[in-house]
């Protein structure tokens, strides 16, 4: 069964700063991977997903995630990060053989000031 | 134009109570999910229906039993609930999974269950 890791808990940067969120995953099959943003109160946002083709991926608001197959991760980034981004963030995989999506445990993104 | 609603967004009941969380999508989805997200914000995936068909059942109590009148609904009801049903549930939903095992979820809301 797949299985997704991200290691931060927490994750601090301030404003302007580049940002990275962690994700790992282990898969049997090629994965597909997802990442989504949470706000206070909020549902899941979509944010983007890799499939195949090129291993940088941009999404929404600025954010881009980098595939890296050699070392199973697939980390979430942006070059300078705004208040605004603060909110939790989940990394997801599925298989390309069976329906069944995993969700890491999430990492709490704040930007300060 | 909500893609994905649900109702209530708050639910407040006491243990042993039984009760049920609506969800409707109008995104033309085939395929819809429930999902509980714990107090330490942990999400893990309950059921999933493919055209009114169920594809995913983990294990979850029996007590939660999932009901899809048409692709577009499913809700979730909950019989004699416990302390540990507290939780925020999502309802999801995407394109027919089938072999396109690349569809994108998106999500509802959240009902904020508290169980007294």
């Known amino acids: 069964a797949q299985s997704v890791a991200q290691p931060e808990d927490q994750v601090n940067v301030a404003e302007g700063n580049p940002l990275t969120v962690k994700c790992t995953y282990s898969v049997s099959g090629n994965p597909y991977l997802f990442w989504y943003v949470q706000y206070p109160n909020r549902g899941l946002q979509f944010l983007l997903k890799y499939i195949t083709g090129d291993n940088l991926v941009k999404g929404s608001y600025g954010f881009e995630a980098e595939f890296n197959k050699s070392q199973t991760s697939f980390h979430l980034k942006k070059p300078s990060a705004l208040v605004s981004d603060s909110a939790l963030y989940f990394c997801a995989v599925r298989a390309n053989n069976n329906n069944d999506m995993r969700f890491g445990a999430g990492t709490r993104l704040t930007v300060k000031p | 134009d909500t893609a994905v609603s649900q109702t209530p967004k708050y639910l407040v009941t006491q243990m042993g109570n039984d009760k049920s969380i609506k969800c409707e999508q109008n995104?033309?989805?085939?395929?819809m999910y429930w999902y509980k997200q714990d107090s330490k914000k942990f999400l893990k995936i309950m059921f999933s229906y493919n055209n009114k068909e169920l594809i995913i059942n983990e294990t979850v109590p029996n007590r939660f039993s999932p009901k899809s009148p048409d692709k577009a609904h499913l809700n979730l009801h909950i019989n004699s609930l416990e302390l540990g049903d507290s939780a925020v549930y999502f309802c999801?939903?995407?394109?027919?999974?089938?072999?396109?095992?690349?569809?994108?979820?998106?999500f509802g809301p959240g009902t904020r269950l508290l169980v007294l």
């Open positions: 999801a939903s995407s394109h027919a999974v089938g072999t396109r095992f690349q569809e994108t979820q998106y």
């Open positions: 995104l033309g989805h085939d395929t």
